[in-house]
């Protein structure tokens, strides 16, 4: 337990219990009903399954641009395919996204391990190339008349209640988000793969000289965000009821920040399932309360930015105060030692 209250995740979840406090003080009526959390949840989901992916390619060091037109050019594939030959089957939407996303995510981690180019550079390659391959071979065309199983599955509700508004539901799309970060937390913290992940971001070179096959962990890796792209891709379009070329497109930024504000190293080597689900939230939580406390909606941008540099300089900083903490109790030993002899 203390433990946890001097972890970066206590933080996070106080900071997020301030705000939300903040916010309910200067408009309570809105803020606390069932259908604000409710909606809270729905919203978060979607970054959230991105994020989880996001951690994974963080932690090995590297920085992936390119999830969120992984995303749209899996569901919109799957999507159009269903559509044109008439199927109607939300798990084999599902299935054949993941698998387009899969190998996109593969394609990314065999680049990224044979070129010894920063992940970054070459996802942002590959981003361009999917969504300029999307608009010329689509144009901008959004589908709105999805199978049926995917129009059901927008409506479809775990827990339903009335409230003021009227009915409020929460969507499935929120378990999913939970069980995929349960799996992501048990890959990480019981499995030696899953351990590979953080020793890779630490220093990938002696991994390799370690004889740790960095090839297929990097595969795995961008495999693995490949698929939860899709997942998020097929719910969004699913929720929102329209497919859509240019889905995700600039979404980098806000998936990014929630993942180093839950305390993730942008170097690598360091980060929680725990963390990132908690900067997902406070992330959300502000994105969708803006409003309600009164400031317009066009300054999200400036404070998903604010909370982006929190992100990354906060850790940095307590680090440096850590360390120079430890030189000046190292300076004083010899001293005292030398005091208690006389």
Request: net charge positive; aromatic share 10%; with cysteine.
């Amino acid at each position: 337990m203390k433990a946890f209250l001097k972890s970066h995740e206590f933080i996070i979840l106080s900071a997020i219990v301030l705000y939300g406090a903040t916010v309910a003080v200067i408009n309570p009526e809105a803020f606390f009903t069932l259908s604000t959390l409710f909606d809270l949840l729905k919203g978060a989901s979607i970054h959230g399954i991105l994020a989880l992916g996001v951690l994974l390619v963080i932690l090995t060091g590297g920085v992936d641009l390119s999830f969120p037109a992984v995303g749209a050019f899996s569901s919109y594939v799957a999507i159009l395919l269903f559509k044109s030959m008439g199927w109607s089957s939300l798990a084999g939407i599902f299935a054949v996204a993941i698998v387009i996303g899969i190998v996109l995510g593969m394609f990314n981690g065999y680049l990224v391990h044979k070129l010894r180019a920063p992940a970054m550079i070459v996802t942002l390659g590959t981003s361009s190339v999917l969504y300029g391959t999307l608009l010329f071979v689509f144009g901008s065309t959004v589908i709105f008349s999805l199978p049926v199983a995917l129009r059901k599955f927008s409506n479809t509700a775990v827990v339903s209640a009335e409230s003021v508004a009227g009915t409020t539901s929460l969507h499935p799309v929120v378990l999913i988000w939970l069980a995929l970060a349960a799996l992501c937390f048990f890959f990480l913290t019981y499995t030696l793969r899953g351990r590979f992940l953080y020793a890779a971001g630490g220093n990938y070179s002696v991994c390799e000289r370690a004889g740790i096959h960095m090839l297929g962990l990097q595969i795995m890796v961008f495999s693995v965000v490949g698929a939860l792209s899709a997942i998020a891709a097929v719910s969004f379009s699913g929720l929102y009821r329209m497919a859509s070329p240019i889905t995700f497109l600039g979404e980098e930024l806000d998936v990014i920040a929630a993942v180093v504000l839950g305390g993730t190293s942008i170097m690598g080597g360091r980060g929680t399932v725990l963390g990132t689900l908690l900067g997902v939230l406070l992330i959300t939580l502000m994105k969708n309360s803006l409003i309600l406390i009164g400031i317009p909606s066009e300054w999200q941008k400036f404070m998903v930015g604010v909370l982006l540099l929190i992100g990354v300089t906060g850790p940095i900083l307590h680090q440096r105060y850590k360390q120079k903490s430890a030189v000046k109790a190292r300076a004083k030993a010899p001293l005292t030692l030398h005091m208690e002899k006389r």
